[in-house]
């Protein structure tokens, strides 16, 4: 008799594995191999929720995009509880009319979000749209629901999004 191998799929099972083989001398054996456990992917996944933000600059400096940018992380971390390992990845968006700096700068810089991937792009321009806006689109790996996730609007930008910024 060939060794032969059978898999359990039964993940209550202390062995995950058994080895069946027939030796002319021992007869048959069976050999139970014993695996690590893996918890299902059910059980460690995470969802990625999209955390929303928006800012104004009043003028187009580094320095006010920098300064900007900041407090509006700050703002969405601090209101989320979020922790920088657990950001798949942030979305910039700036007015055409700023371009002294790019925001992912200060993220880099001042809130030391080196592994992070970051990008920086420049909004459609719409007719009538607010202007001096830096838009934040942060992809956060969490187990919190959509509706526990804060979405956070500061100085001119509140306009955009009252009906999320008179919830909170």
């Known amino acids: ?10 993940s209550s099972s202390l062995f995950s594995s058994y080895v069946i083989s027939k030796n002319p001398l021992r007869g048959v054996t069976i050999s139970a191999m014993r695996h690590q456990h893996r918890k299902s992917a059910k059980e460690i996944m995470t969802e990625v929720r999209g955390v929303r ?6 003028v187009n400096s580094r320095e006010a995009i920098m300064d900007a940018t900041e407090e509006l992380l700050n703002e969405m ?7 920088s390992e657990d950001i798949a990845a942030v979305y910039f968006t700036l ?3 700023l ?10 810089e001042r809130l030391n979000w080196a592994l992070v991937p970051l990008i920086n792009s420049i909004e459609i321009e719409r007719p009538g749209s607010m202007r001096k806006c830096v838009r934040v689109l942060l992809f956060l790996n969490t187990n919190q629901s959509q509706a526990d996730i804060k979405h956070i609007y500061l100085r001119d930008a509140v306009s955009l999004r ?5 919830a909170q």
Do not use: C, K
């Not at 933000?53 to 009043?58: F, H, I, L, N």
């Not at 371009?99 to 880099?108: D, G, I, K, L, S």
């Open 162 to 166: 009252a009906d999320i910024t008179d």
């Open 53 to 58: 933000g928006a800012t104004t600059v009043s």
């Open 77 to 83: 971390v601090s209101a989320n509880d979020i922790d």
């Open 95 to 97: 007015t055409s009319d």
């Open 99 to 108: 371009n002294a700096e790019f925001p992912a700068v200060a993220a880099r």
């Open 1 to 10: 008799m060939p060794t032969r191998r059978i898999r359990l799929t039964d």
